[in-house]
């Protein structure tokens, strides 16, 4: 069984990027799953309000159900709602014969998440059809819920407050390594920073003893 990460839509740059793109042009390939929707580093979050036209038209247009689309429309995501819709989710994709592996809450970001992952192939299916129709259940059930939560001002701040304590060390890391941080940099910024002196061979973070 091939496992691929999905670590509950952990959202960061890349994500929001997307969202971004989304939202402006309704156009996007929407395979998360391939390269693990977790991303790492969540770099950039900022994505967003639940509530707001861009987001519930986008989810309209990706297929989302009248279950997510009604939590979009309340505005701020509860995590009762963010767990029904995940929940939503693995059935989906257990009903297609697709295994899950986990389903259970994770504080680890200082927040509940819920961390699962999915095979990469299924039964009497090829790879890629058994990709598509997990992004299929994950777009139809939670795909924006989970990314308005995770992104939401208390989920931001309850990252902010765990960053906080390794701050120091990660931008004299940086900057001793070469990099460019400024003073009042926020978590996003600094996390970008450690991403351009990782391609030099320095991992900031692991040296802090800071994790994602």
């Not at 997990?134 to 407050?161: G, W």
Request: charged share 25%; with cysteine.
């Amino acid at each position: 069984m091939r496992v691929m990460p999905h670590r509950s839509r952990r959202v960061g740059a890349a994500l929001v990027g997307a969202l971004a793109l989304l939202v402006l042009s309704s156009g996007c390939t929407l395979s998360e799953p391939k390269s693990s929707p977790s991303v790492e580093g969540d770099g950039g979050e900022g994505g967003e309000a639940a509530g707001s036209g861009g987001i519930v038209e986008e989810a309209r247009n990706r297929g989302a159900s009248d279950e997510q689309i009604a939590v979009l429309e309340r505005g701020e995501v509860a995590f009762a709602d963010y767990d029904a819709a995940v929940g939503r989710t693995l059935a989906c994709l257990r009903e297609a014969g697709i295994d899950v592996v986990g389903g259970e809450v994770s504080e680890a970001r200082g927040f509940p998440e819920i961390d699962y992952s999915f095979a990469g192939s299924s039964p009497g299916r090829t790879d890629d059809q058994t990709l598509a129709l997990a992004d299929e259940c994950i777009y139809t059930h939670s795909f924006f819920v989970e990314m308005a939560y995770q992104t939401s001002p208390a989920a931001i701040e309850a990252q902010d407050a765990r960053f906080e304590p390794y701050r120091a060390a990660i931008v004299e890391c940086i900057r001793a390594n070469g990099g460019d941080v400024e003073d009042d940099a926020d978590r996003e910024q600094v996390l970008l920073a450690v991403f351009a002196v990782q391609d030099e061979g320095v991992d900031c973070l692991a040296e802090s003893g800071f994790q994602p």
